[in-house]
C-alpha cells in the first residue's frame, strides 16, 4: 500500500501543479505489434475475452492520455473508444460535449482506427492482456455512463470536492466493468502514463499508422 500512496500523492501534487494549465487527457496543441493471444481465431482455440489501453504518452503535457478497447467474448470483434475532451477544459457539465466516441470492429481495425489520430500528439503506444472473465454487456452500459457524465479535472463546482472524470477514469471504469483480468486500480486523479506503467503483465507495443 505504501507504493500506491506515494503515487497517489504524487499525482495529487502534479495534477494541482498543472491544473490551471491544462486539462488531463485533453490535446495540449490546437494547431511489431503484439496480439493478444484471445484475438487468435484462426487454427487454436479462442480464449474468453482480452482489453487493451492505448496510450499518447506525449498528450496533457506529458501527463498522458488514454482509450480503451475490450474484446467481444468468443469473437475477433472489439469495442474500443475514448474520451478526448477536444475543449481541453477542466470542467464539463454531464451532458455536454467532452470527445467521447466508440467504435466496433475487428482487432485490426481497431489498431488502424487508433493509429489514424489526427491530433498533435497521436496514440503511439497499446498495452493487451488475454482475460479468462469479461462482460461486454455491463462494459457497453459504462460506456453510455461514460460519454454522458461530464468530465472534471480539479474541483467539481457542484461539489467542492477534488476528484476526476477524465480520460484515465473512462478507461479505467469500462474495463472494470467488463471484468479485465490484470487491471491495476487508477486511483482519482492518477496521473496516465504512471498508471500505465503498472499493467504489468500486459504487452507492451508501439502503435503506428497501419
Not at 493471444?37 to 496533457?60: E, I, N, Q, W
Not at 476526476?164 to 491495476?184: G, I
Request: a positive charge; proline letters at 6%.
Amino acid at each position: 500500500m505504501g507504493g500506491w500512496g506515494r503515487k497517489r500523492g504524487l499525482r495529487w501534487a502534479a495534477a494541482a501543479g498543472a491544473v490551471a494549465a491544462v486539462a488531463a487527457c485533453g490535446p495540449v496543441d490546437t494547431g511489431a505489434a503484439a496480439r493478444p493471444s484471445a484475438t487468435r481465431v484462426h487454427g487454436t482455440s479462442v480464449a474468453s475475452g482480452g482489453a487493451c489501453v492505448f496510450v499518447k504518452p506525449d498528450g496533457a503535457q506529458k501527463f498522458g492520455h488514454v482509450g480503451w478497447g475490450f474484446r467481444i467474448t468468443g469473437t475477433d470483434r472489439w469495442v474500443y473508444g475514448a474520451v478526448e475532451n477536444p475543449s481541453n477544459a477542466l470542467y464539463t457539465p454531464p451532458g455536454g460535449d467532452i470527445g467521447a466516441w466508440h467504435a466496433e470492429g475487428t482487432y485490426a481495425r481497431m489498431l488502424s482506427d487508433m493509429s489514424h489520430d489526427d491530433s498533435t500528439h497521436p496514440y503511439s503506444r497499446y498495452r493487451c492482456t488475454d482475460s479468462s472473465t469479461s462482460d461486454v454487456k455491463a462494459a457497453r452500459a459504462m460506456i453510455r455512463t461514460v460519454e454522458k457524465r461530464g468530465f472534471l479535472v480539479g474541483v467539481d463546482p457542484e461539489t467542492g470536492d477534488l476528484g476526476s472524470r477524465d480520460c484515465l477514469d473512462a478507461t479505467y471504469d469500462v474495463l472494470r466493468a467488463y471484468r479485465t483480468r490484470h487491471l491495476t486500480p487508477a486511483y482519482p486523479t492518477e496521473i496516465p502514463n504512471l498508471w500505465v506503467e503498472t499493467l504489468v503483465l500486459w504487452s507492451d507495443s508501439a502503435l503506428k499508422p497501419r
